[in-house]
């Protein structure tokens, strides 16, 4: 079976009369330079379904004038209008072949798939509105029988591509292990601390010093948690009697201001060096549970104070590849290189049984 051979056999679609270019604008040159190509032809074959130069440039025109922008020279343009258009017809070839191994086997794709598809498109972008939705594919050229099959074709594509990638989501512990192992300086990590946080701004009933006192009552309430229940009384802080003895995050819930509020003012793991100097300065001093005084900050002319507490630390060193959070990340990694190897290997297999042909030389 044939290689699809794309470098030289795309001249006709990135050749141009450059001679014929006057100085024009970035964007005019791309234009004109991409529209003055050859006529329509047949580029490659792929399993007796041809592509040709138009299917390639209806994938390569909306990115022509930021391919223009991002090159110096005629000659740099075309390389990279080459290089994008050599892209684009491996995908189409490759979109393809993966088709027609479908339509190879037993299986059938339910045409109610299709239909609900299409419905759903109508609902969604045309209000339900079928003619609407039959005039915007004559506008762009197309029709609703064209329009179905591209459907088909699309939804064969991701059923078939998604069986090789499902095959490939299993990830055992040595899996994990041996990429851990591979990639250690990726896991490397400064001195970490876990630190949960309540923001208190001045309401607009509060003078700045009634502010200072509601924080710094709060922080000594957070210290001696007896006094909690009477605290947000007093400041009249709504919501129902806390049960139990409260925490850190039950006031944090009720009275913080910022976007931790609702995860009781948990903001994670967060690097030492990157935080505020005085937060990080605040943080030396604190051992995991003890609560901070009110730290305060100016926003405009409005202050705000925040109380800190760390509940872990985490020394500079790697990051532990049992770690919860780190075993997720790496099995997330190792999926997706499976994915990307199984897919690769099932393409070239489909090459090798499928016939593929250049046209162009």
Not at 81 to 101: C, G, H, M
Not at 173 to 196: C, Q, S, T, W
Request: hydrophobic fraction near 40%.
């Amino acid at each position: 079976m044939k290689s699809i051979l794309l470098s030289s056999l795309l001249i006709l679609i990135t050749t141009a009369v450059s001679a014929q270019i006057k100085q024009l604008t970035l964007e005019e040159t791309a234009a004109k330079r991409w529209s003055e190509m050859h006529v329509d032809r047949i580029a490659a074959d792929a399993d007796g379904t041809g592509i040709t130069t138009s299917d390639i440039r209806r994938q390569v025109d909306p990115i022509i004038g930021q391919i223009r922008a991002s090159t110096k020279s005629d000659a740099e343009f075309d390389k990279a209008v080459a290089t994008v258009a050599d892209e684009t017809l491996n995908s189409i070839a490759e979109r393809l072949l993966v088709i027609a191994e479908f339509r190879t086997s037993t299986a059938r794709l339910p045409s109610s798939y299709i239909d609900a598809d299409i419905e759903e498109t109508i609902r969604r972008d045309f209000n339900g509105d079928r003619n609407r939705f039959v005039a915007s594919l004559r506008a762009a050229g197309t029709t609703p029988l064209a329009h179905r099959k591209f459907i088909e074709d699309r939804i064969i594509f991701d059923y078939m591509v998604s069986q090789i990638r499902r095959a490939a989501l299993d990830v055992n512990p040595g899996k994990i292990l041996e990429y851990y192992e591979k990639n250690k300086a990726d896991f490397a990590r400064k001195e970490e601390v876990k630190i949960r946080q309540i923001t208190i701004t001045q309401s607009a009933a509060e003078k700045p010093e009634e502010t200072a006192a509601r924080a710094a009552a709060i922080a000594d309430a957070l210290r001696h948690p007896e006094k909690i229940a009477a605290t947000l009384e007093r400041f009249k802080v709504p919501g129902k009697p806390i049960a139990g003895t409260p925490t850190f995050a039950d006031v944090a819930a009720r009275v913080s201001t910022d976007d931790f509020a609702s995860k009781g003012g948990d903001t994670g793991w967060r690097t030492l060096d990157d935080l505020n100097e005085i937060v990080t300065a605040t943080l030396k001093t604190l051992k995991a549970g003890e609560i901070s005084d009110p730290l305060k900050f100016e926003v405009g002319s409005t202050p705000l104070y925040v109380i800190v507490s760390p509940d872990a630390n985490r020394p500079k060193g790697f990051a532990d590849v049992n770690d919860s959070d780190v075993m997720a990340a790496i099995e997330n990694k190792v999926r997706q290189i499976n994915m990307n190897i199984a897919v690769k290997n099932w393409l070239d297999e489909l090459r090798a049984k499928h016939h593929v042909e250049a046209k162009l030389r």
